[in-house]
């Protein structure tokens, strides 16, 4: 294997700016004084979390969910093969990284769906308290997901975390992408920034 390319650039920059937009958005959930910073970010999460399905469908070969989303057992047999030492390497989103990215991108959409209500003063204690609940479990799967990293990162001696800001990781010359797509970060960036200007009204 070689150092190819994997990740285009809309699919790191979206990756950081969710996590950047979750971070903020945690911290300054609980406090009126920054309540429009909270919203905002919220909006600019659900605006991320669009796109990102968009290019789920649509983008290069790793970022989309054709390419990372796997049986079940699949996911399982590579858990299993970690324990083990011998877990296949994915040029991409291994089976279970898949997993964790659809929960995630599902949450960030309930956390939306939930919120953006709670802001207008619409549903009550019942949706506040489910808006808390998503979060968290959003957060749960965040520590997961950083774990899981940490862990392949070890297991198949990369730093994947550096991979998803260079865009480059191992992997066979017939897996790389062609192209970065940088115009697509202008719609990432729209996306986000749209949604969180309608969203705080």
């Known amino acids: 294997m070689e150092r ?21 958005a945690y911290l300054t959930g609980d ?16 605006g991320l979390v669009a796109f990102r399905v968009l290019w789920g469908l649509i983008g290069t070969r790793h970022a989309r969910f054709s390419d990372f ?12 093969g970690l324990l083990s030492g011998k877990a296949p390497h994915y040029a991409g989103h291994n089976p279970a990284g898949g997993y964790a990215i659809f929960a995630l991108l599902l949450l960030g959409a309930l956390a939306a769906v939930s919120g953006w209500p709670v802001y207008q003063d619409i549903g009550g204690d ?35 975390p550096r991979a998803m800001v260079t865009g480059y990781k191992l992997g066979k010359p017939g897996e790389a992408i062609s192209r970065g797509h940088l115009w697509a970060v202008s719609i990432l960036v729209g996306s986000a920034l749209a949604a969180a200007w309608w969203l705080s009204r």
Request: hydrophobic share 55%.
């Open 31 to 46: 406090s009126e004084t920054w309540r429009l910073v909270h919203v905002f970010a919220g909006g600019a999460l659900a």
């Open 126 to 160: 019942w949706l506040e308290e489910l808006h808390e609940v998503v979060v968290n479990l959003m957060l749960l799967v965040v520590g997961v997901h950083l774990a899981g990293v940490l862990i392949g990162s070890f297991a198949h001696g990369e730093n994947l």
């Open 69 to 80: 989303l796997r049986a079940p057992s699949t996911a399982w047999r590579y858990l299993t």
């Open 4 to 24: 190819i390319l994997v990740w285009d650039w809309p699919t790191r920059i979206g990756h950081w700016l969710m996590a950047t937009s979750f971070v903020v």
